[in-house]
């Protein structure tokens, strides 16, 4: 199972396009910072597979300026 965690940076003033844009997906978990123009994004999926295609989407947003990973690792599964 892929986790990873990214800082998701938005085009200026497209913060809440970009929550918006993300909340709608599946897998993913969204906390925006109180002060700033940026976002955690949380993802887990069950696959690499579908880690793959999750983010190929994320990185299509148009509200989507940056988004660097900042944590991942891979359960094996047993």
Do not use: R, W
């Amino acid at each position: 199972m892929p986790i990873k965690s990214y800082l998701a940076h938005p085009h200026t003033g497209q913060k809440e396009q970009l929550v918006n844009e993300l909340t709608a997906l599946e897998n993913c978990e969204i906390i925006p910072a109180d002060n700033k123009e940026v976002l955690v994004l949380v993802t887990d999926t069950a696959s690499d597979t579908e880690d793959d295609i999750l983010k190929q989407k994320i990185e299509t947003f148009k509200s989507l300026k940056l988004l660097a990973l900042v944590s991942g690792f891979n359960t094996p599964k047993k």
